[in-house]
């Protein structure tokens, strides 16, 4: 078990370019989630996958987002035309699915400094 | 829609004191709240998760508890060390929902 792998820890952008993020979940885990927290405050919900199936996404995700789940194992977030206010860092985590298994196990983030 | 709300949102003390952080919650609808840890610049790392059918949980010097009807849950630190200086936030699982909604956490320095 390595554990939430995500990459890469750190993205500087311009406004406008468009960046990529990659979360590697634990092994068999079949929920993946991302976050997006930024300074002095908690995780932010923005989307979230059962295995390759994206079951929600937060109405305060804009349609600049984009997550995807291809193959249920990694996940990647994409994010267009980048803005200041998407500065932040962008966390990962998965759970096992069953009863009482709710854990949410989370990656070291990313974090994305937009210019 | 639920808040989560945590006391106090800083926090200094001299090692070897015992703590108690505090998470309330608006709606009681609840299926399970989550203790995290988290460290400056890192992800989240879970402490403790109490059902909602449990009252608390243990691990080594920390203890969490759960009062659903009035909304709030505590985390015990026994004999704190400079070592559990960190970000402990809170987290609450609506019941019916798999998305947990995130307290702004209790940032905590213990100096030797």
């Known amino acids: 078990d390595t554990g939430v792998s995500q990459n890469p820890r750190h993205k500087i952008t311009k406004r406008g370019q468009n960046v990529t993020f990659r979360c590697d979940p634990i092994?068999?885990?079949?929920?993946l989630y991302w976050y997006r927290q930024t300074l002095g405050q908690g995780p932010e919900f923005l989307t979230y996958f059962q295995n390759e199936a994206q079951l929600e996404k937060s109405r305060l995700l804009s349609d600049r987002f984009s997550a995807e789940r291809p193959k249920g194992s990694f996940s990647t977030l994409e994010i267009q035309r980048t803005e200041q206010g998407d500065s932040a860092m962008y966390l990962c985590?998965?759970?096992?699915?069953?009863?009482?298994?709710?854990?949410?196990?989370f990656g070291p983030g990313t974090r994305l400094t937009v210019l | 829609k639920q808040e989560v709300t945590q006391i106090p949102a800083a926090l200094s003390v001299p090692e070897g004191e015992n703590l108690v952080l505090n998470c309330s919650f608006t709606?009681?609808?609840?299926?399970?709240l989550q203790w995290f840890r988290q460290d400056p610049g890192k992800g989240l790392t879970s402490l403790l998760l109490?059902?909602?059918?449990?009252r608390e949980q243990t691990s080594g010097r920390l203890n969490a508890s759960l009062d659903k009807s009035s909304g709030r849950s505590t985390l015990y630190i026994a004999a704190s060390q400079p070592g559990d200086s960190a970000t402990y936030l809170c987290?609450?699982?609506?019941?019916?929902?798999?998305?947990?909604?995130f307290g702004r956490g209790t940032s905590l320095i213990v100096h030797p």
């Open positions: 987290a609450v699982y609506r019941g019916g929902s798999y998305i947990p909604t």
């Open positions: 985590a998965s759970t096992p699915t069953g009863a009482g298994t709710d854990t949410q196990y």
């Open positions: 092994s068999e885990h079949n929920r």
């Open positions: 109490i059902q909602s059918s449990q």
């Open positions: 709606d009681s609808a609840i299926y399970n």
